[in-house]
């Protein structure tokens, strides 16, 4: 028998020889010390300005102007804070060294104490409809049309302004007077490091007639990651537009936008996936190493829920395996795997590519039956039209979008 | 002083402590977590050992995670994370190399870190010791303990496919 310490070492996922620190990290690291310093020196330097009787310009906002008067910030914080439901909708562009990159994507949502509702468009499209407790999470999303049910993270990996009340760093800010007033109506605050990029600032421009947020603009410059790309450097700038940012009042009704229900098109197919793909019909028996991995992807995958049946198992040209559960069909091909409920699979078809998993740059697509070709194109390229054979289809590289011609 | 050295630190042992952390997290975790660890050895550069710093450094970098793993419902993220790279990378062997990442999330923490470090940080049994905080003796022991129920899990494994 084969040690298992060879085997692990065989299978180190980090290749010593060849990993070098990136640069970005080096300048990170050199640069979070040079943070750290500083911090350590500021209130020397806040004595030093106070004794030479120099007035500090930005002024660190806090409850009131001082002369008793409320600040356009107080204002802000006391029409958007206390009980209720807050209610939002933004729109979201990204700008990329000025230019405007891709759609508008837009966000509607309810928030109340530990509980959130959020809709994400790209344009008007609902991509996601997400439900949060204090514990559970309930996500589901247009591509698969089903839902998932986790617990709730404790730490965010993005920050309200992506998922979340939009105006909730706000007011945080602002109880710990980290606002910076910038002009009349703008203030700014470097946003938490936990959900941002590192050097992030965030500005909030606000409606001086109403107090409520206009806009967000969040600004960073993208740093270098392990592969060089074209983008290291660049400035990104997020603009949040507030088409509504309002507090209703604590009724039953508005409560009820936060229940953690499913979205109404969600869950599993009826549908037997044996009764759409000949392969799982007439395909070939898997091998035992196919097995052990089909097994895992059957134990593991979207936590289970699927309930794949092992035993219904079945390759196809070009090794593809497929695999049908409760109302879910799998598709795997060596160590790389997806899913859809059957619903979605037969009006969509499913895919997997990518070199890194399969060792190979094509993109395979499973159809359902009565599919007879796929139309693709990369994007702004011409569409093509590939035959289908045995549910199967084989695009030369990944990154295609295509349609079913049946 | 304390920046000259910490500096030589990183450039002697930023990739190992950068691997450390890649075998353990995710690729832009990896670099938070030796971001952090390099700032703790700058705060506490009269710390650092001279003889074999790195066991120093990845013990940082074992605490650092470890607390981050706390917040982020530990054994879960872990078992994702190696399923993730046993997808990603191409170093893990083509049969059962997701079976065997699997195993090994399954494995409680200290038994998977001893193998961990043995395997793939190349480190033998008093090094280990000197990272963990235990004796050497300790290290064989756990050793032989984790090699047995990494096995037991491949078996395991094994056998729950061929009962499917």
Same mark, same amino acid.
């Given at each position: 028998m084969t040690d298992?310490?060879?085997?692990?070492?065989? #299978?180190?996922?980090?290749?010593?020889?060849?990993?070098?620190?990136?640069?970005?990290?080096?300048?990170?690291?050199a640069t979070a010390r040079g943070e750290r310093r500083h911090r350590s020196r500021r209130p020397a330097i806040l004595l030093g300005l106070a004794v030479a009787g120099v007035a500090v310009v930005a002024t660190m906002v806090g409850r009131g102007d001082g002369d008793g008067r409320l600040s356009l910030a107080d204002r802000a914080y006391a029409a958007t804070a206390g009980p209720g439901v807050r209610h939002w909708r933004i729109s979201i562009r990204t700008y990329i060294n000025g230019k405007r990159r891709g759609i508008v994507q837009r966000q509607e949502g309810w928030a109340r104490d530990g509980t959130l509702h959020t809709l994400l468009f790209d344009g008007h499209r609902l991509t996601s409809d997400i439900r949060q407790t204090r514990t559970r999470t309930r996500s589901w999303s247009a591509g698969m049309n089903d839902y998932i049910e986790t617990p709730t993270p404790k730490q965010r990996a993005s920050g309200p302004l992506q998922f979340g009340d939009p105006f909730a760093d706000f007011r945080r800010a602002h109880d710990a007077g980290r606002l910076v007033q910038v002009n009349?109506? +703008?203030?700014?605050?470097?946003?938490?490091?936990r959900a941002f990029a590192p050097g992030s600032t965030l500005t909030y421009q606000l409606d001086p007639r109403t107090a409520l947020p206009a806009r967000a603009i969040l600004a960073y410059t993208r740093g270098a990651g392990p592969t060089p790309s074209t983008l290291d450097g660049a400035r990104y700038r997020s603009v949040f537009t507030y088409d509504t940012y309002e507090r209703l009042p604590d009724t039953a009704a508005n409560r009820a936008k936060l229940e953690l229900l499913a979205h109404p098109g969600a869950g599993p197919s009826k549908t037997d996936a044996r009764a759409v793909f000949a %392969?799982?019909?007439?395909?070939?028996?898997?091998?035992?190493?196919?097995?052990? $991995?089909?097994? /895992?992807? @059957?134990?593991?995958? $979207?936590?289970?829920?699927?309930?794949? !049946?092992?035993?219904?198992?079945?390759?196809?040209?070009?090794?593809?395996?497929?695999? @049908?559960?409760?109302?879910?069909?799998?598709?795997?091909?060596?160590?790389?795997?997806?899913?859809? +409920?059957? !619903?979605? #699979?037969?009006?969509?078809?499913?895919? %997997?590519?990518?070199? @890194?998993? /399969?060792?190979?740059?094509?993109?395979?697509?499973?159809?359902? !039956?009565?599919?007879?070709?796929?139309?693709?194109?990369?994007?702004?390229?011409?569409?093509? +039209?590939?035959?289908?054979?045995? /549910?199967?289809?084989? $695009?030369? /590289?990944?990154?295609?979008?295509?349609s079913l011609v049946r | 002083v304390s920046s000259s050295r910490v500096d030589a630190l990183f450039r002697e042992y930023g990739a190992d402590v950068l691997a450390y952390a890649m075998r353990r997290t995710e690729v832009q975790n990896a670099e938070d977590v030796v971001a952090e660890v390099f700032l703790i050895a700058w705060r506490r550069v009269d710390r650092v050992p001279d003889t074999e710093p790195v066991l120093w450094l990845y013990a940082v970098a074992r605490r650092v995670l470890a607390n981050q793993r706390r917040a982020a419902r530990r054994r879960k993220a872990l078992v994702d994370v190696l399923g993730r790279l046993a997808g990603?990378?191409?170093a893990a062997p083509e049969a059962g190399g997701l079976v065997l990442m699997l195993a090994l999330g399954r494995l409680r923490p200290d038994d998977r870190e001893v193998l961990?470090?043995?395997?793939?940080?190349?480190?033998?049994?008093?090094?280990?010791?000197?990272?963990?905080?235990?004796?050497?003796q300790a290290v064989h022991t756990r050793l032989h303990r984790a090699r047995a129920r990494l096995r037991a899990e491949l078996d395991r494994e094994i056998h729950e496919v061929s009962i499917a």
């Amino acid at each position: 028998m084969t040690d298992v310490l060879d085997e692990l070492r065989d #299978a180190d996922p980090v290749d010593r020889a060849s990993l070098e620190v990136p640069p970005a990290l080096a300048a990170r690291v050199a640069t979070a010390r040079g943070e750290r310093r500083h911090r350590s020196r500021r209130p020397a330097i806040l004595l030093g300005l106070a004794v030479a009787g120099v007035a500090v310009v930005a002024t660190m906002v806090g409850r009131g102007d001082g002369d008793g008067r409320l600040s356009l910030a107080d204002r802000a914080y006391a029409a958007t804070a206390g009980p209720g439901v807050r209610h939002w909708r933004i729109s979201i562009r990204t700008y990329i060294n000025g230019k405007r990159r891709g759609i508008v994507q837009r966000q509607e949502g309810w928030a109340r104490d530990g509980t959130l509702h959020t809709l994400l468009f790209d344009g008007h499209r609902l991509t996601s409809d997400i439900r949060q407790t204090r514990t559970r999470t309930r996500s589901w999303s247009a591509g698969m049309n089903d839902y998932i049910e986790t617990p709730t993270p404790k730490q965010r990996a993005s920050g309200p302004l992506q998922f979340g009340d939009p105006f909730a760093d706000f007011r945080r800010a602002h109880d710990a007077g980290r606002l910076v007033q910038v002009n009349a109506t +703008t203030y700014r605050m470097r946003p938490d490091k936990r959900a941002f990029a590192p050097g992030s600032t965030l500005t909030y421009q606000l409606d001086p007639r109403t107090a409520l947020p206009a806009r967000a603009i969040l600004a960073y410059t993208r740093g270098a990651g392990p592969t060089p790309s074209t983008l290291d450097g660049a400035r990104y700038r997020s603009v949040f537009t507030y088409d509504t940012y309002e507090r209703l009042p604590d009724t039953a009704a508005n409560r009820a936008k936060l229940e953690l229900l499913a979205h109404p098109g969600a869950g599993p197919s009826k549908t037997d996936a044996r009764a759409v793909f000949a %392969i799982l019909r007439d395909g070939a028996p898997i091998t035992d190493k196919e097995r052990k $991995l089909v097994a /895992n992807f @059957a134990k593991y995958a $979207l936590f289970g829920k699927p309930r794949f !049946d092992v035993s219904s198992a079945r390759r196809g040209p070009h090794d593809i395996v497929l695999v @049908a559960g409760d109302g879910y069909v799998g598709m795997m091909r060596k160590r790389g795997g997806t899913l859809a +409920t059957v !619903d979605t #699979a037969t009006k969509r078809g499913m895919a %997997i590519s990518g070199s @890194a998993v /399969n060792k190979d740059h094509g993109m395979y697509v499973v159809v359902p !039956d009565g599919v007879k070709a796929i139309r693709a194109r990369v994007s702004h390229h011409r569409w093509k +039209t590939v035959p289908v054979k045995q /549910n199967v289809a084989v $695009l030369p /590289n990944g990154g295609y979008h295509f349609s079913l011609v049946r | 002083v304390s920046s000259s050295r910490v500096d030589a630190l990183f450039r002697e042992y930023g990739a190992d402590v950068l691997a450390y952390a890649m075998r353990r997290t995710e690729v832009q975790n990896a670099e938070d977590v030796v971001a952090e660890v390099f700032l703790i050895a700058w705060r506490r550069v009269d710390r650092v050992p001279d003889t074999e710093p790195v066991l120093w450094l990845y013990a940082v970098a074992r605490r650092v995670l470890a607390n981050q793993r706390r917040a982020a419902r530990r054994r879960k993220a872990l078992v994702d994370v190696l399923g993730r790279l046993a997808g990603r990378h191409s170093a893990a062997p083509e049969a059962g190399g997701l079976v065997l990442m699997l195993a090994l999330g399954r494995l409680r923490p200290d038994d998977r870190e001893v193998l961990m470090l043995t395997a793939w940080e190349g480190l033998d049994a008093s090094q280990v010791a000197a990272v963990l905080g235990c004796t050497p003796q300790a290290v064989h022991t756990r050793l032989h303990r984790a090699r047995a129920r990494l096995r037991a899990e491949l078996d395991r494994e094994i056998h729950e496919v061929s009962i499917a």
